[in-house]
């Protein structure tokens, strides 16, 4: 099994970056997939990005692409996510996930098995 825990969130102006990590604890996580995924006020998580083992490949919803960054650090057993120029429709609990090893990036929930107790990120105007 592994356990993440994420960190960096945080207030911060549009237009403003932040960087989130999330750190795993446990067996395998090199060979898992990572992804990011986001709950803004009173709406449903939603995918904002993954990476898989391989590779790696990477995957962005459109509203982030070109604006979000995805890394792995395996050696260290973290998961970036570097965001630039941010919105305040970007304000949302940022979590981390992991799930088993696959080539594509799998963006539902269901395709995660373990899950961090998330960061806030808010962004003002």
């Known amino acids: 099994q592994v356990q993440l825990a994420e960190s960096g969130g945080g207030f911060v102006q549009a237009g403003g970056s932040l960087r989130l990590s999330c750190e795993a604890s446990?067996?395998?996580?090199?060979?898992?997939?990572m992804g990011w995924f986001r709950q803004p006020p009173g709406k449903e998580r939603e995918f904002v990005g993954g990476i898989t083992w391989n590779g790696p490949r990477t995957y962005y919803m459109d509203s982030v692409r070109g604006r979000f960054t995805i890394s792995r650090d395996d050696a260290k057993n973290t998961m970036y996510l570097q965001m630039d120029s941010l919105k305040p429709e970007d304000t949302a609990a940022y979590y981390c996930?992991?799930?088993?090893?696959?080539?594509?990036?799998?963006?539902?929930?269901?395709?995660?098995?373990?899950w961090g107790q998330g960061t806030q990120v808010t962004v003002s105007s």
């Open positions: 996930a992991t799930g088993p090893m696959d080539t594509i990036v799998i963006v539902t929930p269901r395709g995660y098995d373990s």
């Open positions: 446990g067996r395998g996580f090199s060979s898992r997939n």
